[in-house]
């Protein structure tokens, strides 16, 4: 291209009308560009919310969690796998006692199906 200096004024409205063309194409590839991207983040965090599901946070069955590919199964309980955690029934230390029969008792009731 020669020196702006040289360029006679028909020569530079070429030029500009060429790089205003250019600046119309850049503008709408970028526009493009932008719609792709807000729809593949939309889809990647859809995926991201579906991956993470599993039967402890959604209401998913336990078999389904390995059942998908990719999908991760539920965390382990806090604290080692329940090693603080109360078993169920008597609990040690408890004396496990009941209210005992009496002999003789306040009052008497007798329950018996209708019907």
């Not at 593949?40 to 991201?48: C, G, I, N, S």
């Amino acid at each position: 291209m020669a020196p702006v200096e040289e360029m006679p004024p028909e020569g530079l409205l070429a030029v500009v009308r060429a790089q205003a063309e250019l600046i119309a194409e850049l503008r709408a590839t970028v526009a493009e560009q932008a719609r792709q991207i807000a729809e593949l983040t939309a889809k990647v965090a859809d995926l991201e919310r579906k991956a993470s599901r599993n039967s402890r946070n959604s209401s998913l069955s336990p078999s389904s969690d390995g059942a998908i590919p990719g999908r991760k199964p539920p965390e382990p309980p806090a604290g080692g796998g329940g090693a603080g955690k109360k078993k169920r029934g008597k609990q040690p230390g408890a004396d496990g006692l009941t209210l005992a029969w009496r002999e003789d008792p306040d009052r008497v009731e007798g329950h018996f199906p209708t019907g």
